[in-house]
């Protein structure tokens, strides 16, 4: 059984690190949220609400600890990083210098890039793919689309104690699988991350979609050439959440458009504004994940040979547009005007 006690810090209290921190609070003692700015001013002031998606009047508040620096926690058992990719060479470098000894790192970014970060840095380092869609309503206020799943794993089979700890942790508040083949789960779920890229661009969920079959022709073959790219590097599938399977995607492209554009549209319908629109659209930044995410798959492609048209002209757009303020979505036809220009080279 592990202790309720052990001394856990969330670094980031945005949409993930806020919901985890807010599931957790109640079944461990130590949980301590760590965050800056008017996120950590409001969480210090009154908590953390959270809601389920469509159910904001049912919205729970979790009084939490907070810290202002990892340092006032000594001898701190586990770290939990939930920054962006982009934040994170800087937070770990101000952690490492901050932290004695080699406390349980749990890092729950999408993408692989933290692989290469946090060994820089640190020995016991547990990774976690998210599952779930979580979104910050406002500073501290977060809504979410259901509670987990998280997939855990380590790429160092001697951290199996730490992984033990940190899945009974993660259960007492969540829901929460672990594997022994994480790479699979990491790799299967960038997949899916692919269509953050492209939903920003066109604007989902701030703007109507003008041209359906456009969208969806693009959306699923943007995933379909990521599950070419997975292949091609040797990992296998594993099922996320709710997630789209490769034999669902598979299907989608090649069947018949008819048959498929119903159960397309009830998914579009469920599709949430993502954590690269929340950077790009909501919040008016310039910084997203794009690198970590699609960047890193076009390289795999150019690794093996693949041919990616759909998911290099979105790229190129993105990184011309992502750039732009304020940030103005294209529509559906501009997209599609450029992989078609990209097909033909
Ligand atoms: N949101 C989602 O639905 C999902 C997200 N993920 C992944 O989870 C990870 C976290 O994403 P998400 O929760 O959306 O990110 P958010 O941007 O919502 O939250 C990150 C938080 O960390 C804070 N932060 C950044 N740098 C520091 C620092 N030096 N010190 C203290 N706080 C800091 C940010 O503050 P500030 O705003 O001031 O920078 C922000 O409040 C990402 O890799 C994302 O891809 C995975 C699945 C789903
Ligand atoms: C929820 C999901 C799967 C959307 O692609 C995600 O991981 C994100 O928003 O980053």
Request: contains cysteine; charged residues 25%; glycine residues 8%.
């Given at each position: 059984m592990i202790?309720?006690?052990?001394?856990?810090?969330?670094?980031?209290?945005?949409?993930?690190?806020?919901t985890l921190g807010a599931w957790l609070t109640p079944q461990n003692e130590n949980v301590y949220m760590l965050d800056r700015g008017e996120?950590?001013?409001?969480?210090?002031?009154?908590?953390i609400t959270v809601f389920a998606e469509g159910r904001r009047e049912h919205a729970e508040t979790i009084p939490v600890k907070t810290i202002t620096d990892i340092s006032e926690i000594p001898n701190v058992d586990i770290i939990i990083l939930a920054v962006k990719n982009y934040s994170l060479d800087q937070v770990a470098t101000h952690v490492r210098n901050q932290v004695e000894g080699e406390p349980i790192i749990v890092a729950l970014q999408n993408g692989v890039e933290n692989q290469e970060i946090l060994p820089k840095y640190f020995k016991n380092i547990i990774y976690g793919v998210v599952g779930y869609n979580a979104w910050l309503e406002e500073p501290a206020t977060i809504g979410y689309q259901s509670k987990g799943p998280y997939i855990l794993g380590t790429l160092h089979p001697e951290l199996t104690t730490e992984l033990a700890e940190v899945e009974a942790i993660f259960k007492r508040g969540v829901e929460t699988i672990v594997t022994d083949h994480f790479q699979d789960a990491a790799y299967s779920k960038m997949?899916?991350?692919?269509?953050?890229?492209?939903?920003?661009?066109?604007?989902?969920?701030?703007?109507e979609i003008t041209d359906f079959l456009i969208f969806k022709k693009i959306l699923t073959n943007l995933l379909y050439e990521g599950v070419q790219i997975v292949k091609a590097t040797g990992y296998k599938e594993c099922k996320i959440g709710d997630m789209p399977s490769w034999f669902t995607i598979t299907s989608i492209v090649?069947?018949?458009?008819?048959?498929?554009?119903?159960a397309f549209r009830k998914n579009l319908a469920k599709m949430v504004l993502s954590s690269m629109g929340q950077d790009i659209i909501q919040r008016q930044g310039t910084e997203s994940e794009l690198d970590s995410l699609n960047g890193y798959f076009i390289k795999l492609a150019d690794q093996a040979g693949l041919a990616v048209p759909y998911n290099r002209a979105i790229y190129q757009l993105c990184k011309e547009?992502?750039?732009?303020?304020?940030?103005?979505?294209?529509t559906e036809r501009e997209v599609w005007e450029r992989i078609r220009l990209e097909m033909e080279k």
């Amino acid at each position: 059984m592990i202790s309720k006690d052990k001394k856990i810090v969330i670094v980031g209290a945005g949409a993930i690190g806020g919901t985890l921190g807010a599931w957790l609070t109640p079944q461990n003692e130590n949980v301590y949220m760590l965050d800056r700015g008017e996120v950590a001013e409001r969480i210090r002031e009154s908590g953390i609400t959270v809601f389920a998606e469509g159910r904001r009047e049912h919205a729970e508040t979790i009084p939490v600890k907070t810290i202002t620096d990892i340092s006032e926690i000594p001898n701190v058992d586990i770290i939990i990083l939930a920054v962006k990719n982009y934040s994170l060479d800087q937070v770990a470098t101000h952690v490492r210098n901050q932290v004695e000894g080699e406390p349980i790192i749990v890092a729950l970014q999408n993408g692989v890039e933290n692989q290469e970060i946090l060994p820089k840095y640190f020995k016991n380092i547990i990774y976690g793919v998210v599952g779930y869609n979580a979104w910050l309503e406002e500073p501290a206020t977060i809504g979410y689309q259901s509670k987990g799943p998280y997939i855990l794993g380590t790429l160092h089979p001697e951290l199996t104690t730490e992984l033990a700890e940190v899945e009974a942790i993660f259960k007492r508040g969540v829901e929460t699988i672990v594997t022994d083949h994480f790479q699979d789960a990491a790799y299967s779920k960038m997949i899916i991350n692919l269509t953050n890229s492209f939903t920003t661009l066109v604007g989902h969920k701030y703007r109507e979609i003008t041209d359906f079959l456009i969208f969806k022709k693009i959306l699923t073959n943007l995933l379909y050439e990521g599950v070419q790219i997975v292949k091609a590097t040797g990992y296998k599938e594993c099922k996320i959440g709710d997630m789209p399977s490769w034999f669902t995607i598979t299907s989608i492209v090649k069947l018949p458009q008819f048959v498929t554009n119903g159960a397309f549209r009830k998914n579009l319908a469920k599709m949430v504004l993502s954590s690269m629109g929340q950077d790009i659209i909501q919040r008016q930044g310039t910084e997203s994940e794009l690198d970590s995410l699609n960047g890193y798959f076009i390289k795999l492609a150019d690794q093996a040979g693949l041919a990616v048209p759909y998911n290099r002209a979105i790229y190129q757009l993105c990184k011309e547009q992502f750039s732009k303020t304020p940030f103005k979505p294209l529509t559906e036809r501009e997209v599609w005007e450029r992989i078609r220009l990209e097909m033909e080279k």
